[in-house]
């Protein structure tokens, strides 16, 4: 199976990065993606923000542990030039730290449709917005990430931002329960952005019932056909279970829920490991019986 698993820090917020990296190896996770609430963060005991990276890196590199993205808080959806200038200098700094710790995406929003503006409106600023900071971050060799939420949920609006910015460090993180969240299914998101996805979210709701949030499989994402989809267009890069802790502290621990995602999602990837195995079977008997038969000697 060729998608590496990780899980996002925001499952841990009590944790310090050593404890936490330390964690995945002993669960089996390859990689984790680092929140970074930045400079003035202080509930979050993993912030990269927080530790020079030198000491992140020796963590990771002793423990065989991926730091596979730092995710920001930053949007810039903004108008308003005040938030857009802090907006665009402290993704600056996010974009340094990631090529620091060798972090390969900084994940970003836009997530906000301002009074009397429509959504393609917010678009385009999106995109002008972010064409200047694209070329730094591939200076830095780092991807810049925008993730979907429910206010752009659907495929269509990244595709056609995309389609404004054709720039190989600019993609979209995928997150399914979003795009759930809108009535949008993965059989349309992921076939139409395609190689654009750099990342994915994977976590499930019941959509319209309180938090939402439930063990993988138990929801409306339908995470399993998500595996499929993303196979299904050669999607070689990570998986990142995310469980919202940080800001949802009734939720179940992180010691009881990520076990059980990752067990479930290698449950999944084995199951359609064995399907395509027959299939492949299948279709090899079928070839043979209708194979020409060798002429008979005369």
């Known amino acids: ?13 009590q944790l310090t990065v050593e404890e936490v990296v330390r964690q995945a190896k002993e669960w089996g996770y390859q990689g984790i993606e680092l929140r970074t609430r930045g400079l003035g963060g202080s509930d979050l005991a993993s912030d990269p923000a ?10 990771f590199e002793k423990m065989e542990i991926e730091p596979v993205c730092v995710s920001t808080e930053v949007s810039l959806h903004h108008r308003d030039s005040t938030r857009l200038h802090q907006a665009t200098v402290q993704l600056k700094r996010d974009l340094e730290l990631a090529a620091a710790l060798g972090a390969k995406a900084v994940r970003i929003f836009a997530d906000e449709v301002d009074l009397g503006e429509d959504r393609r409106q917010v678009m385009q600023r999106v ?13 830095l060799g780092v991807q810049v990430l925008f993730e979907n939420t429910p206010t752009f949920g659907q495929a269509k609006w990244w595709w056609w931002l995309l389609n404004l910015i054709e720039h190989p460090m600019l993609g979209v993180c995928w997150n399914a329960a979003n795009a759930a969240a809108v009535g949008e299914l993965s059989s349309i998101s992921v076939p ?18 309180g938090t939402g949030y439930v063990p993988l499989g138990e929801g409306d994402v339908g995470i399993q056909d998500l595996i499929k989809r993303l196979m299904g267009i050669g999607y ?16 179940a621990t992180a010691e009881v829920y990520l ?14 490991a064995e399907i395509e195995e027959k299939g492949r079977k299948v279709a090899e008997k079928a070839a043979a019986r209708n194979a020409p038969k060798p002429a008979a000697k005369s």
Request: proline share 6%.
């Open 1 to 13: 199976m060729a998608f590496k698993l990780a899980f996002s820090t925001v499952a841990y917020p």
């Open 50 to 59: 927080l530790t020079e990276p030198a000491k992140i890196i020796s963590i």
């Open 127 to 139: 995109a002008r917005n972010v064409r200047p900071l694209v070329d730094r971050a591939a200076e």
């Open 192 to 209: 139409n952005l395609n190689s654009r996805i750099k990342l994915v979210k994977v976590q499930d709701v019941q959509v319209g019932t």
């Open 236 to 251: 070689d890069g990570y998986l990142t279970v995310e469980w919202d802790r940080l800001w949802l502290p009734s939720l």
């Open 259 to 272: 076990p059980d995602a990752l067990s479930r999602l290698h449950g999944w990837f084995q199951e359609i």
